[in-house]
């Protein structure tokens, strides 16, 4: 079955180029003119990949990107006109896996596309190797074969990439992990190295923790981040 890809972009043609580009290389293509409808059939239909334009009717690409990253760990590309707004969008850190400029090659985002794809595959790939033991440190217990944390014995609900850095954390306890170590450990070399994120991302597990009374994350200031447990 051939995957989809799903453009929000309200300049037709432009969304038209890329569509016919995408198909040329075997993907499925659905566009849709604004952020609403884009959100509306992600929700409904799904995609492999999603292409989102900053600027757009209704609903911005950051708000669809929030939505959509708070439901699904589908890979985000976003594509702005503007490079002054593309990096205020990278400080945001609304969890969108790569940034593009216009303008662009088809080609080059193409390329892109594909990378994306073959990273997220490898990472469903590595989430099948069944590991049955867990990983348990204070009240804190990991299953990384089913990607499930647990506080005593309330589930955390940590997205993908959250759970990814805590696991991190919990197999080299008391080991300080500076913020770029974080990011090539869980995101790789592919994409933007983004400091950011990977602060907002510590910031919602630490949120997650706390609620279950736990602040295990430690900072280390001038250093990075470390799992230690509370005396
Ligand atoms: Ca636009």
């Known amino acids: 079955m051939s995957q989809k890809i799903l453009i929000i972009e309200d300049e037709k043609e432009l969304a038209d180029i890329l569509g016919e580009y995408l198909k040329v290389e075997g993907f499925e293509v ?19 990949l999603v292409l989102l334009d900053i600027m757009l009717p209704l609903m911005d690409g950051i708000a669809v990107c929030r939505e959509i990253r708070s439901e699904s760990d589908v890979p985000i590309i976003m594509v702005s006109a ?6 205020k969008v990278v400080s945001l850190g609304i969890g969108a896996d790569d940034y593009v400029t216009k303008p662009f090659s088809p080609l080059e985002l ?15 790939a590595k989430q099948n190797v069944p590991i049955k033991e867990r990983i348990c440190i204070g009240t804190l217990s990991l299953a990384p074969d089913s990607y499930e944390a647990y506080i005593e014995d309330t589930m955390l609900n940590l997205t993908t990439k959250e759970f990814e850095i805590l696991l991190l954390f919990a197999k080299y306890p008391g080991q300080v992990f500076s913020k770029s170590q974080i990011y090539e450990q869980v995101w790789g070399y592919e994409g ?30 001038g250093a990075g981040y470390k799992l230690a447990i509370d005396a």
Do not use: H, P
């Open 110 to 124: 193409v390329a892109r596309v594909k990378a994306q794809l073959r990273r997220y595959q490898g990472n469903a």
């Open 192 to 221: 933007v190295c983004d400091d950011n994120s990977v602060t907002v991302y510590i910031n919602r597990i630490r949120e997650k923790l706390k609620k279950q009374g736990c602040t295990y994350i430690k900072t280390v200031w």
């Open 82 to 87: 503007k490079s002054g707004e593309m990096d």
């Open 30 to 48: 659905k566009i849709c003119n604004d952020g609403q409808a884009g959100l509306d059939y992600f929700r409904k239909e799904q995609a492999n």
